[in-house]
């Protein structure tokens, strides 16, 4: 049995075995129409994610794996509930009108088509409010739908209203980058996910608890997802090596991921505050894992 000291998630991370290397500040770039920038591998970059991928070049990314904001805000304070700490989301990046977000997931999902490889993987994370949403202007672009994932989470919060079931699921579209008709070869690791599901064909029904305190030590994110969660979409999606992009990197959980699975990165997101609790949680895990060898 490993003593390890970082956040427990699928698997342990592949790469014990390296020297430490700092992660790199984030950064802040001069975005103009005119000038190309080839994203930097393990960067995260600080702006509009669609003005910054606007800037990069077409066909770059193996894999998009992102969480966008689900609209939940509105012109209303958040809920809570009198025995937790849970707020529902009311910052001002998560408020749109309908029409405002239609464009907004319009703009931001044809650029990620645009910088991901012809049939590549691009996953979002969704619920309720907008997955119909994202789901609808994917079929307008004639994008293909290869699964929907469920992620059920066996702790929930409680519904504090009282005038409906408690809401306990929230759902990832998984698109090829292609058209129905052109799409095919898609990664899919298949024989992996069966082992982890104990030499069963994995279903689309994942049962995972909400984002434990222990990887928020950094900081919180009031929509930030468990590590082990990423990890498997990691793991499913995409092979060693390849580069995966989140353009909503929130306080990074998909980049550690990739990070722990020797997949290269690349985040984009606009709040300097999660930038910097991305980067902690990055960097300190990169420090401590190297202290803790695997088992034999």
């Not at 950064?27 to 591998?41: A, F, W």
């Not at 004639?142 to 929907?148: F, G, T």
Request: proline share 6%; with cysteine; charged share 25%.
């Amino acid at each position: 049995m490993s003593m390890s000291n970082w956040a427990k998630g699928e698997v342990d991370p592949i790469d014990l075995d390296k020297e430490y290397e700092p992660v790199a500040r984030p950064l802040s770039v001069l975005v103009t129409p005119e000038n190309i920038i080839y994203p930097l591998h393990h960067q995260l970059y600080t702006g509009d994610s669609v003005a910054i991928m606007k800037a990069w070049p077409s066909d770059y990314f193996e894999a998009c794996i992102t969480d966008p904001p689900y609209n939940i805000a509105k012109d209303r304070k958040g809920l809570s509930w009198a025995f937790s700490s849970h707020v529902t989301i009311q910052d001002d990046w998560d408020r749109f009108t309908g029409s405002e977000y239609e464009t907004f997931t319009a703009d931001w999902l044809s650029e990620v088509c645009r910088v991901t490889k012809p049939n590549g993987n691009i996953f979002i994370f969704g619920s309720y409010h907008n997955i119909y949403t994202i789901g609808a202007i994917a079929a307008r672009m004639d994008l293909r739908v290869i699964n929907s994932i469920i992620w059920a989470k066996p702790n929930a919060q409680p519904n504090i209203t009282c005038r409906m079931f408690t809401e306990s699921t929230e759902q990832i579209l998984w698109l090829c980058n292609n058209t129905n008709k052109k799409a095919k070869k898609w990664t899919y690791n298949y024989q992996h996910m069966k082992e982890l599901n104990g030499g069963k064909q994995m279903r689309n029904y994942w049962e995972i608890p909400l984002t434990p305190q222990r990887e928020r030590v950094h900081g919180k994110h009031p929509s930030q997802k468990p590590l082990r969660l990423m990890e498997r979409l990691v793991l499913a999606g995409t092979h060693t090596g390849d580069c995966v992009l989140d353009c909503f990197t929130g306080s990074g959980s998909t980049l550690l991921a990739c990070d722990r699975l020797e997949r290269k990165w690349v985040g984009i997101e606009r709040d300097p505050v999660y930038c910097d609790i991305a980067h902690k949680r990055i960097d300190e895990e990169r420090r401590q894992r190297r202290l803790f060898p695997a088992s034999p």
